[in-house]
């Protein structure tokens, strides 16, 4: 909500600038969003009185003026305005001046002449409102030459622009903001006038009739206004609406508006010429029943939609709008003020189905104090006798069956100093309190406070009042104290170290962090080419979901990551390194329990990468969690993936994840033509598996032996397969194996390759000879042989 500092000021006294004052009310509860000044953005404007025009030599539009800003020179600038005249004082944007809109204004030539600015238009300096400009703004004849345009249109005040939450319905409001600002800074405050006289000889009774037949309607008010006048409102009231967001229209309908504002509680006024039965009805609308609204729309209402009804059709929607058929025109001659209170939930819900929110909705839907619609009454009424606006009539029409009355509440102050950790004295809590407008009684050591109406949405036991006695008090004046009753040390779990170690590797290796929705469409299953047998299709279903969309929860993070990669290919990002921790949920056999939660870490690259590098990420994790015992296996089954360039990795015999390039047809349902590789581990099986437990091992005394080793084998043996012989023919003789090469070609007979390794042979404690090595290496060859049919190259 915005609060314009200069309206606050009509009620209590500030001696201090807009900033100041929203950190201060921000600290006593009140958050302030921003501090908007006026004018902030229009820099290096004065005022200029028009000494000489002519016309210009080059061009038939445009004159060329000689202009006083209060300096010894006249300056020249050239202009295509029409409307000015010699002796006329305008606002003039020197060189290097900044205007609404942040447009920069410099000295330059216009048709061969120079031109030392530029003059203004309201618009230019962003006070036209909504009505058009025509030409440059004229100022009054003695406004003083050479000053800042800011100071001379008072364009320095601020706005303050609150955050109101749901339980402060009372602070959507000037006087509310006034309440608190006056508590804050602990001055008093001033209530605006509220007194008129009914000038007219007739009576509302004898004019109207008002029924109301749904509880939704809490209270309702109606007053009527003879000899009305519609025309334009006073600048100063067109100012403070223009200031808080509020577009003016007329005398009448600002009124409503103004009063919306100053006291929070929304207005109406209807044509007295178009409620033609003489009955005004509260009721629910009919199913299906077509309205046109004041923003000339269709609506179709519904029969929880509560309407104001002039016999059998609405005239308006109680709370929210007016209808187009009873708006306040130019000829308008007498109309009926509405104020009441509607039900919050049922004007949200309303509000909500509509598609209609407005000032009214937003304020109604936080359940206003019924009381407030008396006094906003008697202010609008007083307005249209300030404003000479028409006549009041006698009489007032007030339907209020359930009053909403004051209570109180009995604290000892002592609680609250024992639930502050302070120290306040009893006198002092009151005075906080009165402070607020919750008037205080002290009978011993218990706090005796009577509630208002319009406080009670949000305080309603003891630890509310210690709430208000502490924002008031200062917050900054309550001591930090330590915690009692708690025996807990804070730290990071095991799990939670994993997981920073997990996401250290990934970003060390280059990848940046994702984060999708766990809700998911049943479609991306077949993008992702699942089989209809498959038990991932079994997804737990969102009882009230977003959408088609988000329906069910994911049972794999592929499509997930597969939308990451290919939103960014899309975009034309070339190289993409993306990894996503997060959840898949499986159902549960026991349908009234929760679905089982699996943790996951995925991993999607694209550009300038190839399977290897995949892999690498995931040994990369693997090592920093010190897995060891780990291994791959091809894997041809998953139709997601290229049945030839997938592996399965397993920690010991438990699989843990799949990890390799994406099917060309999966990548064509995502329009991506980039070879992708992903990867899909489980983290509930890497955290089991995980060993902190470093182990320093010396290095080696003595000398290793390198063979290297090149085999022809088989196209379809495994290199993998070819490694396991290798390591358990060599025993603990063998340090490492190590693959660098496979070749195919005219030397290699078709349905052969060769494959070579680089064995290194070590012994902890002596020196290997030349014997011992090549006895172990004729094994390891011998057993190849006889496994796959190898033959040395």
């Not at 309702?220 to 577009?247: C, D, F, H, T």
């Not at 600002?254 to 007295?272: K, S, W």
């Not at 059998?312 to 209170?341: H, P, Q």
Request: aromatic share 6%; proline share 3%; glycine share 6%.
């Amino acid at each position: 909500m915005k609060v314009p500092v200069n309206w606050l000021k009509d009620y209590v006294k500030i001696d201090i600038i807009g900033k100041d004052l929203g950190d201060k009310l921000t600290l006593s509860g009140s958050k302030v969003e921003e501090v908007i000044t006026t004018g902030d953005e229009i820099q290096n404007v004065v005022t200029g009185k028009i000494v000489k025009i002519e016309a210009h030599p080059n061009a038939d539009k445009l004159v060329v003026c000689q202009v006083d800003i209060g300096k010894d020179e006249l300056l020249q600038i050239i202009t295509a305005a029409t409307n000015m005249k010699e002796n006329d004082i305008i606002p003039v944007a020197l060189h290097d001046s900044i205007i609404h809109g942040g447009v920069k204004i410099k000295r330059g030539k216009l048709r061969g002449i120079m031109s030392n600015g530029m003059f203004c238009s309201e618009e230019e300096l962003g006070i036209a409102g909504d009505k058009p400009v025509y030409g440059l703004m004229i100022l009054p004849a003695d406004t003083p030459v050479g000053k800042d345009i800011k100071e001379v249109l008072n364009m320095t005040s601020s706005i303050l622009d609150f955050e109101i939450t749901s339980n402060r319905p009372d602070c959507l409001s000037i006087i509310g903001m006034a309440r608190e600002t006056a508590a804050t800074l602990d001055e008093k405050y001033n209530m605006p006038e509220l007194g008129y006289v009914t000038s007219s000889h007739k009576n509302i009774n004898d004019e109207l009739k008002v029924e109301v037949k749904d509880e939704l309607c809490r209270r309702y008010m109606a007053r009527g206004i003879e000899n009305v006048k519609i025309e334009q409102s006073p600048g100063w009231m067109q100012e403070r609406l223009l200031e808080a967001g509020v577009r003016p229209i007329n005398n009448l309908v600002d009124i409503t508006n103004f009063v919306m504002l100053e006291t929070g509680q929304p207005m109406h006024a209807y044509d007295t010429r178009h409620i033609e039965s003489g009955n005004i009805i509260v009721e629910r609308s009919k199913n299906g029943e077509e309205f046109v609204t004041l923003d000339n729309e269709k609506r179709i209402l519904n029969e929880n939609v509560l309407t104001i009804r002039d016999g059998n059709r609405a005239i308006g929607i109680a709370g929210i709008m007016g209808g187009l058929n009873s708006e306040v025109k130019e000829d308008t001659s007498s109309i009926v003020f509405e104020c009441a209170n509607f039900d919050g939930v049922n004007i949200r819900i309303s509000s909500q189905r509509l598609g209609l929110r407005t000032e009214a909705s937003a304020r109604f839907e936080k359940d206003l104090d019924p009381n407030l619609a008396e006094m906003a009454m008697d202010r609008a009424c007083h307005l249209v006798e300030k404003l000479r606006a028409g006549k009041v009539m006698q009489g007032t029409i007030d339907i209020y069956n359930k009053k909403v009355e004051p209570f109180s509440l009995q604290v000892n102050y002592n609680w609250i100093n024992n639930f502050l950790g302070t120290e306040i004295s009893k006198n002092e809590m009151a005075q906080c309190l009165n402070r607020l407008e919750l008037n205080t009684e002290i009978e011993g050591e218990v706090l005796k406070i009577n509630i208002p109406t319009f406080r009670t949405a949000d305080i309603k036991i003891k630890e509310d009042i210690a709430e208000e006695v502490a924002r008031i008090y200062g917050y900054s004046n309550v001591p930090s104290t330590i915690i009692k009753s708690v025996s807990t040390r804070g730290g990071k779990n095991t799990k939670q170290k994993l997981d920073d170690e997990i996401l250290r590797a990934l970003t060390s290796s280059g990848l940046n962090q994702s984060i999708s929705y766990s809700f998911i469409s049943r479609k991306v299953f077949d993008k992702i080419l699942l089989p209809e047998d498959s038990a991932l299709r079994n997804a737990v279903a969102i009882k009230n979901p977003l959408g088609e969309d988000y329906s069910i929860m994911r049972t794999t993070t592929i499509p997930s990551m597969m939308e990451s990669l290919g939103r960014n290919y899309s975009r034309k990002n070339e190289l993409v390194r993306l990894f996503e921790i997060g959840k898949v949920y499986m159902p549960n056999k026991n349908a009234n329990k929760l679905p089982h939660e699996k943790n996951i870490v995925t991993i999607g690259i694209y550009g300038g990468v190839n399977y290897f590098n995949l892999k690498g990420i995931v040994e990369n994790i693997l090592e920093v969690l010190g897995i060891e015992k780990f291994y791959f296996e091809r894997e041809s089954n998953n139709p997601s993936f290229h049945p030839g360039k997938t592996a399965s990795l397993y920690i010991r015999k438990n699989m843990a994840g799949i990890l390799g390039e994406i099917h060309p047809n999966v990548l064509d349902n995502y329009g991506i033509d980039e070879k992708c590789y992903v990867a899909e581990l489980s983290l509930d099986v890497l955290y089991e598996y995980a060993n902190w437990d470093k182990k320093y091992k010396p290095l080696p005394k003595f000398p290793a032996v390198t063979r290297d080793l090149a085999i022809l084998v088989d196209e379809d043996v495994l290199v993998k397969e070819i490694e396991n012989v290798i390591k358990k023919q060599g025993g603990n003789i063998v340090e490492s194996v190590k693959f660098f090469d496979v070749y195919r070609g005219k030397q290699v007979a078709q349905g052969k390759k060769s494959v070579a390794y680089s064995i290194s042979y070590r012994l902890e404690n002596r020196t290997l000879t030349d014997d011992e090595v090549n006895k172990i290496h004729d094994k390891i060859l011998k057993a190849l042989e006889h496994k796959f049919g190898a033959q040395l190259r």
